[in-house]
């Protein structure tokens, strides 16, 4: 079984940066890609950006094209999301996901088996 746990949210003004962690534990070896998700209360869980562990190849939402920014430390099975240029409308609860070899899109919740528990991001306007 594979662990996530996110840490680096917080509070930020519109323009601000954050950068959220994601380490993973356990079967790491049987990480494929990687994927940063966020949802608020009541609406769908969006995909923002994924990474393949294994070729480094990554994939963005066009809400965040440009603007964030997701990379690995696989010696430390840490994955990041650097969020620069931040808005109100990115204000959510920010999932990190692994798949371990789940056929679908890049950017699809039923693409990963494994998920964190969350860690809260606010940007104030």
């Known amino acids: 079984q594979v662990q996530l746990v996110e840490s680096g949210g917080g509070s930020v003004q519109t323009g601000g940066s954050l950068r959220l962690s994601c380490v993973a534990s356990?079967?790491?070896?049987?990480?494929?890609?990687m994927a940063w998700f966020r949802q608020a209360p009541g609406k769908e869980r969006e995909g923002v950006a994924q990474?393949?562990?294994?070729?480094?190849?990554?994939y963005y939402s066009d809400s965040v094209k440009g603007r964030f920014t997701i990379s690995q430390d696989n010696p430390k099975n840490t994955v990041y999301l650097q969020m620069n240029s931040l808005k109100p409308e990115d204000t959510d609860m920010y999932y990190c996901?692994?798949?371990?070899?789940?056929?679908?899109?890049?950017?699809?919740?039923?693409?990963?088996?494994?998920w964190g528990q969350g860690t809260q991001v606010t940007v104030s306007s």
């Open positions: 356990g079967y790491t070896d049987s990480i494929y890609y």
């Open positions: 996901a692994a798949n371990t070899g789940q056929l679908g899109l890049a950017l699809h919740p039923g693409t990963y088996g494994r």
């Open positions: 990474i393949n562990t294994r070729g480094g190849q990554t």
